[in-house]
């Protein structure tokens, strides 16, 4: 019985997450704001990929910087003068889109294009909480082991797009790039899968292009 209640808390927060989710997209509908999520782990690249957006991109940008403790990045993006807002999660291991929706009360959204949401650095807690971006990019690294994928089929089968970054390193820890765009197309065959290394900047401009043609949809 213990266990039965606790499957149907979990439903009813899912539930009412989703319920927010939605009306948190329909706040951004409204404000023509594209919202784009990136998911992935500690020390993937997340954080260089927005900064990397930020600089390349002809657009108006603001950042929601989530994580145990935001202050780190969300001071990296406001040094490129973007509208930002950090939040702390604290002990949870995802953002949720009840912490979205007041992050967008704080955010100049008419004078705003785009809206990047750095999500907790985790491949697993974030999977089923929708925040009500209109895109999710999942960023993998080599570094990370080229079994990583196969080992973590849930977030990548959500994915709108999927970025295996530090390609230029895959060498050096005995990464295969290739089987790990392999794993994402078992697991989800129609996803584009773009191989990156934000250090040289290495398909930063393929991901821009993926990016503009989701907004454009």
């Keep these: 019985m213990h266990k039965i209640a606790e499957v149907e808390i979990q439903n009813d927060i899912l539930l009412a997450n989703r319920k927010l989710a939605k009306k948190n997209q329909r706040r951004l509908d409204r404000s023509n704001v594209f919202a784009v999520d990136f998911l992935g782990a500690i020390g993937s690249g997340k954080t260089t990929l927005i900064e990397r957006l930020i600089e390349n991109m002809d657009r108006k940008v603001a950042v929601i910087a989530g994580d145990v403790i935001s202050k780190f990045d969300a001071g990296r993006f406001e040094r490129y003068g973007v509208p930002v807002v950090g939040l702390n999660t604290g002990k949870e291991c995802h953002l949720d889109a009840h912490l979205v929706e007041h992050a967008l009360e704080d955010l100049p959204l008419e004078e705003v294009d785009i809206l990047f949401i750095e ?29 990583t994928v196969e080992k973590h089929p849930l977030i990548f089968r959500e994915a709108d797009l999927v970025v295996i970054n530090k390609a230029d390193l895959a060498d050096a820890v005995g990464a295969d790039l290739d089987k ?38």
């Design 119 to 147: 999500n907790v650095g985790n491949l697993i807690c974030p999977v089923d909480f929708d925040l009500g971006s209109h895109m999710r990019v999942v960023v993998v690294s080599s570094t990370e082991g080229d079994d």
């Design 180 to 217: 790990m765009v392999e794993d994402v197309k078992h697991i989800n065959p129609d996803v584009r899968v773009l191989k990156t290394s934000l250090k040289t900047g290495e398909g930063v401009q393929e991901i821009i292009d993926a990016i503009e043609d989701a907004m454009a949809d």
